[in-house]
């Protein structure tokens, strides 16, 4: 095999964010050997929660394993999505082992929550989602990207049975905006379809420091909706509603994914106006203390424009491998 032709990828294993990764490098003409970015097992995440010695010790072998597998000069591209598990220490091995590769690294995470910042020199390429990271690291912004998936709905006609729909995981203030939002959707006639998803154990225990109200209950589900659903509801829908998480400013996948699939977005995140993504025709900035939704907005209809083509997969992962060396 010709080193030329090999890329080794560290990307996290998120929803099936990496397949989409993996099948969009191979399309490039490069063979990869793929490692998931941190352990995924069930015993491990159970068992994490009870012993940070284990943890440490775990991952510790897992990366070892990693270095291991490495031959001398093997690959023509390193990518690097997140990189929590990477020492400082195993980054010198991986350089001194692969001394000829592009070492790429890409954050979907600010600094405030993988703490990467002693990483970056050991990167020819760097860049992140966060606004806030690219201005106080000089690191090159770029945002997210959105799936075939989601660019094949946005060539089908829409038979429209939502106004607004909301998928995501429970945390931060979530909740609470959902339920504001539901009920300004009330007050309107609109048709709000949400999916707030929350573990059981999580579930137990909110309600136990009274965090979670029994009233609330029916704002919440405990399984994950799949694909397929997701898809069909996106498909259906005039807008999708964004609650970043509050101490980020990166702009959500999302966004993304709602606008290649030709949906509008509401969106608590202000930072959206600063990305050349935004238009008032399909982004509306809400406040998240007391959502309000202009309904003209909700009403009108999506604006196509080619702009969008740049965070198609295929198109982004050309910018974060610097294909074209611009």
């Known amino acids: 095999?010709?080193?030329?032709?090999?890329?080794?990828?560290?990307?996290?294993?998120?929803?099936?964010?990496?397949?989409?990764?993996?099948?969009?490098?191979?399309?490039?003409?490069?063979?990869?050997?793929?490692?998931?970015?941190?352990?995924?097992?069930?015993?491990?995440?159970?068992?994490?929660?009870?012993?940070?010695?284990?943890?440490?010790?775990?991952?510790?072998?897992?990366?070892?394993?990693?270095?291991?597998?490495?031959?001398?000069?093997?690959?023509?591209?390193?990518?690097?999505?997140?990189?929590?598990?990477?020492?400082?220490?195993?980054?010198?091995?991986?350089?001194?082992?692969?001394?000829?590769?592009?070492?790429?690294?890409?954050?979907?995470?600010?600094?405030?929550?993988?703490?990467?910042?002693?990483?970056?020199?050991?990167?020819?390429?760097?860049?992140?989602?966060?606004?806030?990271?690219?201005?106080?690291?000089?690191?090159?912004?770029?945002?997210?990207?959105?799936?075939?998936?989601?660019?094949?709905?946005?060539?089908?006609?829409?038979?429209?049975?939502?106004?607004?729909?909301?998928?995501?995981?429970?945390?931060?203030?979530?909740?609470?905006?959902?339920?504001?939002?539901?009920?300004?959707?009330?007050e309107n006639d609109l048709a709000f379809k949400h999916h707030l998803y929350i573990t059981k154990l999580s579930l137990m225990k909110n309600l136990l420091t009274r965090f979670i109200k029994f009233s609330d209950l029916k704002f919440l589900k405990t399984y994950k909706s799949n694909n397929t659903e997701i898809l069909s509801s996106y498909s259906k829908a005039r807008c999708v509603l964004d609650i970043e998480l509050n101490i980020q400013t990166g702009i959500t996948m999302r966004t993304f994914e709602a606008l290649g699939s030709g949906v509008k977005v509401v969106t608590t995140n202000p930072y959206i106006a600063k990305d050349p993504i935004y238009s008032i025709e399909n982004i509306c900035i809400i406040d998240r203390n007391n959502p309000r939704v202009d309904l003209d907005f909700i009403k009108s209809d999506f604006k196509e424009r080619p702009l969008y083509e740049r965070s198609y997969i295929d198109n982004w992962l050309d910018n974060i491998l610097d294909i074209h060396g611009h």
């Not at 020492?87 to 592009?102: C, D, F, I, Q, Y």
């Not at 106080?136 to 946005?154: D, T």
Request: proline share 2%; glycine share 4%.
């Open 1 to 186: 095999m010709n080193v030329k032709s090999k890329a080794l990828l560290i990307v996290p294993e998120f929803y099936d964010y990496h397949k989409e990764i993996i099948r969009s490098v191979e399309s490039k003409g490069l063979e990869v050997d793929f490692y998931p970015e941190d352990i995924t097992t069930i015993t491990f995440r159970v068992l994490r929660h009870f012993s940070t010695l284990y943890v440490d010790y775990v991952r510790k072998k897992y990366l070892q394993k990693i270095l291991d597998s490495i031959e001398f000069d093997t690959y023509k591209i390193v990518l690097i999505i997140r990189g929590g598990i990477l020492t400082v220490g195993s980054l010198e091995t991986l350089r001194a082992k692969l001394p000829t590769a592009k070492f790429i690294m890409y954050q979907w995470d600010s600094n405030r929550q993988s703490q990467y910042k002693d990483k970056i020199k050991y990167f020819d390429i760097i860049k992140t989602f966060d606004l806030s990271d690219s201005e106080e690291y000089g690191i090159e912004y770029q945002s997210l990207f959105y799936s075939q998936h989601y660019k094949n709905i946005a060539s089908l006609k829409k038979d429209i049975k939502h106004d607004i729909i909301f998928y995501g995981a429970f945390h931060s203030d979530r909740l609470e905006v959902i339920i504001k939002v539901d009920n300004f959707c009330t």
